[in-house]
């Protein structure tokens, strides 16, 4: 099982900076994919931006050009710097890493949830 480990979330007032980070756990896999997601109240769960093994990125039309995603491979860790922080970006935040087992079974797994609370 990959288990994935988030941390950064907190309270921060607007126009401010925070940094998530996500690190899987484990051995014996290869991830491909690393990919942050959000689910504000009552909305449901977007693409925030994702990153491909190349380093190849995308991002969700609201937050380019605030958000930078990245990756450090050797510590199977998956970054998302957040600057220019709106209320609009308060949410519950999920990593997510897609890849495979070393035995050739594919894999899809999420973090537990950080939360962002953005004041205004």
């Known amino acids: 099982q990959v288990q994935l480990v988030e941390s950064g979330g907190g309270l921060v007032q607007a126009g401010g900076s925070l940094r998530l980070s996500c690190a899987a756990s484990?051995?014996?896999?290869?991830?491909?994919?690393m990919g942050w997601y959000r689910q504000g109240p009552e909305k449901q769960r977007e693409l925030v931006a994702e990153?491909?093994?190349?380093?190849?990125?995308n991002y969700a039309d609201s937050v380019k050009g605030r958000f930078t995603i990245s990756r450090d491979n050797a510590k199977k860790t998956v970054f998302l710097q957040m600057n220019s922080l709106k209320p609009d970006d308060t949410a519950v935040y999920y990593c997510?890493?897609?890849?495979?087992?070393?035995?050739?079974?594919?894999?899809?797994?999420w973090g537990q949830g950080t939360q962002v609370t953005v004041s205004s």
């Open positions: 997510n890493m897609e890849g495979t087992h070393y035995n050739g079974r594919l894999f899809s797994s």
């Open positions: 484990g051995s014996l896999f290869r991830i491909n994919n």
């Open positions: 990153i491909t093994s190349g380093r190849s990125t």
